[in-house]
C-alpha cells in the first residue's frame, strides 16, 4: 500500500522529555476509512504521539504524512482539516452545548456540518439548549466529539473516545465510529478497553516503550495469534505437559500457577482437537477446554503487562481460563 492509500503515515517519529525517551523512532501506518485502534501500556507513549500529531509537541526527529501530504509544526492550520479530541475538552461551563459549539465553530474556517446536526450525531441533539455544567463526564466527551465532527474531516484523532460513558454510552460510541468509517472517515482512537477495541476496528497498532511492536488487521492479527487452556487433575499435570511439549513444543506450553489444574497452549485454536485427542490417547482427560483469539492475550503477550494496580504499576498478568478483558491507562 503506497503513502496515497493512508489517512496518516508515521515514520521513525522521536521524542524525549529530558533524559526519558518517550517515543523511540515510532512507525504507524494507518489506511484510508477505516477505524485503527492504536494501543499500549501506561507510559508507552500514546498520548505523546497523539500530542505530536495535534501540535501540540514538537517531535526530535521522524516525518509525518497527514491525507497525503507531508507535515510539520509550521503547518498547524492544517489541523482544521482534521477533528480531534486529545484527553478531557474543556468548554464554558455557563453556556449550552449547542452555543458552546457555536463559539468553537466561529473560532476557525466555517463549519462544513450544522451545530444540530453533529449534536445529532453523537446524541446530544435533546441537551443541545442545556447548560454543559449540568452534563456528565459522558456527555462532555461527546461534545468534545460532537466538535471534532464540525469541520467534517476526514481524519479524526481521538484520545479515550469512551472516558465516562456508561455501557450504553459505550455501545453508542462505537456504531458511531463505525458508521464513521463507513461513510469514508478515518479514525485513529487511542484506547484503554481493550475488549471495545477488538469490536471496533478494522486495523490496529500495538506499542511499547515508543516502538512500534505489531501493527496489521484485526482480522490478520486474532488469526494469526491464538490461545487454547486445557484443565487436568493436578497430578497429572507434568505428565501432561510433557505429552503437549510433545505435540506442540516446549516454548508454546506453560502452566498457569495462579489457576491450579491449568496449562496454557499457545497455538491456533483449530488445534484444538489434536491436543484433545494427544491427552486421551495418553490416558489423561480434560475437565475443561477452552479456545479462541483475543486482543487481550495479543496485547499482553507483546507488551509483557498485566493489569494496573492502585498505584500505577502493573502486575504479572492473570491469565485466567475464561476471557478476560483489561483496562491498561496510558499518561
Do not use: C
Not at 478497553?193 to 490478520?220: F, H, N, Y
Not at 483449530?270 to 495479543?298: C, F, V
Amino acid at each position: 500500500m503506497s503513502s496515497a492509500d493512508h489517512a496518516l503515515a508515521i515514520r521513525g517519529l522521536r521524542k524525549s522529555y529530558g533524559s526519558r525517551l518517550a517515543l523511540d523512532g515510532l512507525d504507524l501506518a494507518v489506511p484510508s476509512g477505516v477505524v485503527y485502534g492504536f494501543l499500549g501500556p501506561n507510559g508507552a507513549g500514546k498520548t505523546t504521539t497523539m500530542r505530536v500529531l495535534t501540535g501540540l509537541l514538537h517531535p526530535d526527529g521522524g516525518t509525518i504524512e497527514m491525507l497525503g501530504r507531508p507535515y510539520a509544526r509550521s503547518d498547524r492550520r492544517r489541523l482544521f482539516a482534521v477533528g480531534s479530541l486529545v484527553e478531557t475538552p474543556s468548554f464554558y461551563p455557563y453556556l449550552s452545548g449547542r452555543d458552546n459549539l457555536r463559539a468553537l465553530a466561529a473560532s476557525g474556517p466555517p463549519p462544513g456540518r450544522p451545530v444540530d446536526e453533529v449534536l445529532d450525531v453523537v446524541g446530544l441533539r435533546e441537551r443541545g439548549r442545556d447548560k454543559v455544567s449540568r452534563y456528565s463526564l459522558g456527555m462532555k466527551q461527546r461534545l468534545g466529539i460532537a466538535g471534532a465532527l464540525l469541520n467534517d474531516p476526514e481524519l479524526l484523532l481521538l484520545d479515550e473516545p469512551a472516558n465516562g460513558l456508561d455501557p450504553a454510552g459505550i455501545v453508542a460510541m462505537r456504531e458511531m465510529l463505525r458508521h464513521l468509517a463507513a461513510i469514508g472517515k478515518t479514525v485513529f482512537v487511542s484506547s484503554h478497553l481493550l475488549a471495545e477495541v477488538q469490536q471496533m476496528a478494522d486495523v490496529v497498532g500495538i506499542i511499547a516503550a515508543g516502538r512500534l511492536v505489531r501493527e496489521g488487521s484485526m482480522r490478520e492479527l486474532l488469526a494469526a495469534e491464538g490461545n487454547i487452556r486445557v484443565r487436568v487433575a493436578s497430578d497429572e499435570i507434568a505428565r501432561a505437559v510433557e505429552i503437549l511439549d510433545g505435540t506442540i513444543g516446549r516454548e508454546h506450553v506453560s502452566v498457569l500457577d495462579d489457576l491450579p489444574g491449568w496449562i496454557s497452549v499457545q497455538t491456533a485454536p483449530a488445534r484444538s482437537p489434536e491436543i484433545n485427542r494427544a491427552l486421551a490417547e495418553a490416558g489423561i482427560y480434560a475437565s475443561e477446554l477452552t479456545s479462541g483469539n483475543d486482543l487481550e492475550d495479543l496485547f499482553l503477550s507483546l507488551t509483557d503487562t498485566g493489569t494496573a494496580d492502585p498505584d500505577g504499576t502493573f502486575a504479572k498478568p492473570n491469565r485466567s481460563a475464561g476471557p478476560a478483558r483489561s483496562h491498561v491507562d496510558e499518561s
